[in-house]
C-alpha cells in the first residue's frame, strides 16, 4: 500500500508557503550544476519548469513529442489568466481567489495547495508582462481585465482570445534562451515511454525519436512529468489531437498513484459534433459568457424554427433564471449540465437537438458591433470558419464537450509523487482544482507549478541525493525498461489484426461519453467496465498497425497512446463508481437536490482516491488521503 | 439557420499526394480517390479516412504534421493546390473544410518546400531552424522572480495591440514556403517586432535582432524581395509592414554596434 504524506506543513493557512519556503532545504549554487533533472513536456508547466530550473543552474534535459516546445498544447487555451492583482479595485484578495477555487472545486481540492496557488498568481502576471507577454491594455496603459465564471470580481487577464498561447511563447522563450546557452538540452519529436525507478527513487526516462525510431535512455537525479490532461480518452475533446496519457501512464505502471482520474471537466461552449468523421470539438472561449447570453427555445414545438423567429418571450435564458446571481456566468460544471438538462427535456437545437444558442444580439445593441469585433473577433471567425454560419447575425450554437481532466498523478505539497524523486506538474496533476476546475486557473496552475514552486521544492529532495546520474544508464532497470518498451512495439507492428486504430479509440470514446460523461450511474459504469476489457482484448486482437519501428510511424504512435487510453479509461470507470456521491464534474444520477445539484457526501467521500497499479489484470488499490479542511467549511455550493 | 439547412450532399475528389518515405529516397506524387466527402469536414479529416482505407487495405498511411486542430499549434504544415495552407485566407491547413472544394477536384498536397525544411516523410518537414533563430536571440531576459508590478511598466494600447498582431505568429512556416527566397523574414520580423515594440524589449533590442537575423541567414533561408507572399499565405494574416521594421532594426543595430563604445569589462561577473 502506497504511502501518501501530503507534508501540508503545519501554522496558519496564510503563512505556510512562506514558512515552508524557509524551512526546506537547499543546494547552493556551487552544487546544483551536479544535478541533472529531465522534464518531460514543455507547455506551461514543463516550459516555464525547465527554463526556471536552469536559470538556477541546474542541467536540465527537456523532452517534448511534439517538433517544438512552442506548440504544446497549451498554446490553444484561449481566454485568460487570474492573478489577484485587485487592478479593479473591486475587492479581490488572495483569500478571494483561494476562496472561489476551493468552492469551484466543490471541497475536493487541498486548502493549502488552493492557497498557495492563489499567494503566487501576482507573480505570474508580474513574470509575463516583464517577458513581455502583450498583455491587454487600457488606454492608459495599464492591463485590462476580464471577468471569468464562478467569480464575482474582474481578475482575468488576457491577450485577445489567445492567452495560452502569448503565455505560452512567453515560457518557450525563457526556454529558448536556456536552450540557448547551453542549460538546457532539448529533445523535440521524442517520447517518453517508460519511467525508471532506481532503489525506489525515479532515475531516468525511456524515450523513443519519432523521427528515427530510436529508443534511448536517460538518466538523472529527479524527473519531472508535465505532459498535460488525459481527456482525448474520450476520443472528441478540445484537446490537440495528439494529447495523450501516455507518460503519466506509464508512471502510474511504475508505482505513482492516480489520484481522482474520474474527476473529468466538460466545457459548456464548444462546436456541436457535425459527423462521424470527426476528430476534435474546438471551444468557444468562456470569456463569450462575459456577454452572450445562453437560452433555449420554452417550447419544444419551437427547435426547428429560425431563432430569430422566436419571440423574446419564448426564449428561456435558463442559467440568469436559475442562477440569477452568477447568470451566464456559473461555473463549467454547472453550466455544461444545466445544457444537458435543457436537451434531455427536448429543447435542445441544431440538426442533432445537441445545442444550446449562445446570443450576442444584446451586446451588439448594447456595444456596438465593432466593439464585440474587438473582444471576440477572432472566435467569432473561428466559429465561421467551422460552421459557415456569422454570429454576429444569428446566435452560435454550442454544446458541452471535453476540456479538461482534475485528475492525475498523486503528489503532495512539494509536487513530488509517491515514488520518490518523480514530480508531476501542470495538468498532468490532480492536486490545485478539486473536482471541478475555474475558467482561467489552468493556466495560473502551470505557471505557478513552474516558474514558483517546483523551483523551490525540487532542492528540498536534491539536497538530501547524492548527484549520481551520470552512470546510470548502464544499469539492468534502464536496459530492462528500454527492452520492455522495444517488445511492445514490436508486438503492435507484428499483430495480424485487421482493425486501424482510430476504430478503437472511437469506440472508447462512446463508451466514456455515455458512461462516465457529464452524468454517471452505477449501472452504466458498471456496464462500461464490462465493454472496455472487451475492447481490449479486441484491440490486441485485431489492431492493425502498419510501416516499420525505425522511421516516423505515426499509427504506432497512436496506437501506443490508445492501449493506454484503454487501461485508463477502465480506472476512470471504476473510480467513477466507488465514488458513491456527486461533485463537481463527477456528476452521480443517483446523488443529487430535487433541482438537479450535485449532493456530496463528505463524511464518506471528502478525501482523495489515489489509485495504485497492482500488475496486469490485477485490480488496482485504491488509497485513500482524507482531506482535512481547517480554515474553511466545507459547505453545499451554490451559485443562486 | 442550421435547423432549416437541407441534408448535406456528399461528393468525391482525388487527393494527389507527395509521397517520400525517408529525406534520403526520392519522393514523387499518388493519387488517392476520396468518396463520400461531406463539406463540413476539415481537410486533414479526410486524410484521417484516406489513412484508414489505407491502413485496412495494407499500405502506409500519409504521415502529415498535425495537432491542435484550431489553428493555433502551427503543427500543420503543407500545401495544398500550390498555396501553403491552402485555399481561404488567415487560416492553417487544418482550418480548410471540404466545402472549399468541388465534386471531382484533384487535390494537391505537398509538403512545405524550403532548403532550410528538409522533408522528413510525405508532408512532413523538419522546422527546428526556427527554433535555433529563437534560441539565439527571440526573448527578452527575464529572470524568474526578478519581475515588478506588472503595472509598473506602462504600455499604451496602441502599442500593445500592435506588438500583439506581432506575437500572434504560430511558427508553421508557410512564409518561407510561399517565398521564392525560402525567406524567413516575416517570421523573424514578427517576433523582432513584437520585443522591439515593448518597453521592456528595449535593452536587448539590438543584440536580438541582430543574432536573429545572423542565424536564419546561417541556417540556409533567404532573404526578403519585396514580393509579400510571405503575408499573403500567412495564417494569421501577419503584415509584411513588420518586416520593414525589421531591416529597420537590423540596419540601426549594425551600425551602433560598430559605433558603440564597449565597457573593458563587458562580460566580466561581478
Known sequence: ?640 | MVASTPAKKLFSVTLRVWRQASPAQPGKFVDYPAHNVSPDMSFLELLDVVNDGLTVSNEEPIAFAHDCREGICGTCSCSINGKPHGPGKGVATCQVYMRSFQAGDVIVVEPFRATAFPIIKDLVVERSAFDKIQQAGGFISARTGAAPDANSILVSKAVADLAMDAAACIGCGACVAACKNASAMLFVAAKVSHLGLMPQGQPERDRRVLAMVQTMDEAGFGNCTNQYECSAVCPKTITHDFIARLNRDYVGALFRSKLQPVSASAGGGA
Not at chain 1, 343 to 365: N, S, W
Request: net charge neutral.
Open chain 1, 1 to 640: 500500500m502506497a504511502k501518501l504524506d501530503s507534508k501540508i506543513p503545519s501554522g496558519p493557512l496564510a503563512d505556510k508557503w512562506q514558512q515552508h519556503k524557509t524551512q526546506i532545504k537547499l543546494v547552493n549554487p556551487a552544487n546544483k550544476r551536479k544535478y541533472e533533472i529531465i522534464v518531460v513536456g514543455a507547455g506551461l508547466a514543463g516550459s516555464s519548469a525547465a527554463a526556471t530550473l536552469a536559470e538556477l543552474g541546474y542541467r536540465v534535459k527537456s523532452f517534448v513529442f511534439q517538433d517544438s516546445p512552442r506548440r504544446a498544447h497549451s498554446i490553444a487555451a484561449q481566454g485568460g489568466i487570474n492573478g489577484t492583482k485587485n487592478y479593479q479595485n473591486d475587492g479581490d484578495s488572495v483569500h478571494r481567489l483561494f476562496y472561489d477555487t476551493l468552492k469551484g472545486g466543490d471541497y475536493r481540492a487541498r486548502e493549502a495547495n488552493v492557497h498557495r496557488l492563489a499567494e503566487v498568481s501576482a507573480n505570474i502576471i508580474d513574470q509575463c508582462a516583464a517577458q513581455g507577454v502583450p498583455f491587454a491594455r487600457e488606454y492608459s496603459g495599464h492591463l485590462a481585465n476580464r471577468s471569468f465564471g464562478g467569480a464575482q470580481v474582474s481578475r482575468t487577464f488576457y491577450a485577445r482570445g489567445q492567452t495560452g498561447q502569448q503565455l505560452l511563447l512567453g515560457a518557450y522563450s525563457a526556454l529558448s534562451r536556456m536552450v540557448g546557452q547551453g542549460a538546457v538540452e532539448l529533445h523535440p519529436n521524442s517520447e517518453m515511454l517508460d519511467l525508471v525507478i532506481v532503489d525506489g527513487h525515479a532515475k531516468g526516462v525511456i524515450v523513443r525519436d519519432l523521427k528515427t525510431g530510436a529508443i534511448t535512455r536517460h538518466s538523472a537525479d529527479a524527473v519531472i512529468l508535465a505532459t498535460g490532461g488525459y481527456g482525448n480518452v474520450f476520443n472528441l475533446s478540445t484537446y490537440a489531437r495528439q494529447s495523450n496519457t501516455t507518460a503519466i501512464w506509464r508512471a502510474y505502471k511504475r508505482g505513482a498513484c492516480m489520484a481522482n482520474p474520474c474527476y473529468t471537466q466538460i466545457h459548456p461552449t464548444c462546436i456541436p459534433v457535425s459527423g462521424d468523421y470527426q476528430s476534435k470539438l474546438t471551444l468557444m472561449s468562456e470569456s463569450l459568457r462575459n456577454d452572450g447570453r445562453i437560452w433555449v427555445p420554452k417550447n419544444k414545438a419551437d427547435i426547428k424554427k429560425e431563432p430569430s423567429a422566436i419571440a423574446e418571450a419564448d426564449r428561456d435564458y435558463y442559467l440568469e433564471r436559475i442562477y440569477p446571481s452568477f447568470g451566464n456566468l456559473a461555473p463549467r460544471d454547472v453550466a455544461s449540465r444545466a445544457a444537458m438538462r435543457m436537451c434531455d427535456e427536448g429543447r435542445g437545437v441544431g440538426e442533432t437537438g445537441l445545442g444550446v444558442y449562445l446570443d450576442f444580439a444584446d451586446a451588439i445593441k448594447r456595444l456596438g458591433e465593432p466593439a464585440v469585433r474587438e473582444r471576440y473577433g477572432n472566435l467569432f471567425d473561428i466559429y465561421h470558419e467551422i460552421t459557415a454560419e456569422n454570429a454576429y447575425q444569428a446566435p452560435m450554437r454550442i454544446f458541452p464537450a471535453v476540456h479538461y481532466t482534475m485528475g492525475g498523478l498523486w503528489v503532495d505539497y512539494n509536487l513530488m509523487s509517491n515514488v520518490p524523486g518523480l514530480f508531476v506538474l501542470g495538468e498532468a496533476n490532480f492536486s490545485d482544482h478539486g473536482a471541478n476546475r475555474l475558467g482561467a486557473s489552468a493556466l495560473m496552475q502551470g505557471l505557478a507549478d513552474g516558474y514558483f514552486v517546483i523551483p523551490y521544492t525540487i532542492g528540498d529532495y536534491l539536497a538530501q541525493q547524492k548527484p549520481s546520474a551520470q552512470s546510470n544508464i548502464d544499469r539492468p532497470e534502464f536496459k530492462q525498461a528500454a527492452e520492455s518498451v522495444s517488445a511492445q512495439t514490436q508486438q503492435l507492428l507484428n499483430n495480424p489484426g485487421k482493425e486501424p486504430v482510430s476504430h478503437f479509440h472511437k469506440r472508447l470514446g462512446k463508451i466514456m461519453w455515455e458512461h462516465c460523461g457529464m452524468a454517471r450511474t452505477k449501472q452504466g459504469l458498471e456496464s462500461a467496465l464490462q465493454k472496455i476489457p472487451a475492447l481490449r482484448e479486441e484491440f490486441v486482437a485485431n489492431v492493425k498497425v502498419p510501416g516499420s519501428a525505425e522511421t516516423l510511424n505515426q499509427s504506432l504512435e497512436k496506437a501506443g497512446r490508445v492501449a493506454d487510453f484503454i487501461d485508463l479509461g477502465e480506472l476512470m470507470c471504476r473510480d467513477a463508481l466507488t465514488r458513491e456521491e456527486s461533485c463537481g464534474g463527477h456528476f452521480r444520477e443517483e446523488y443529487q437536490y430535487p433541482d438537479g445539484e450535485c449532493k456530496r457526501d463528505d463524511e464518506k467521500f471528502g478525501h482523495v482516491a489515489a489509485w495504485e497499479y497492482q500488475g496486469p489484470g490485477q485490480k488496482p488499490l485504491r488509497n485513500i488521503e482524507p482531506l482535512n479542511y481547517e480554515f474553511t467549511k466545507m459547505s453545499v455550493r451554490s451559485y443562486k
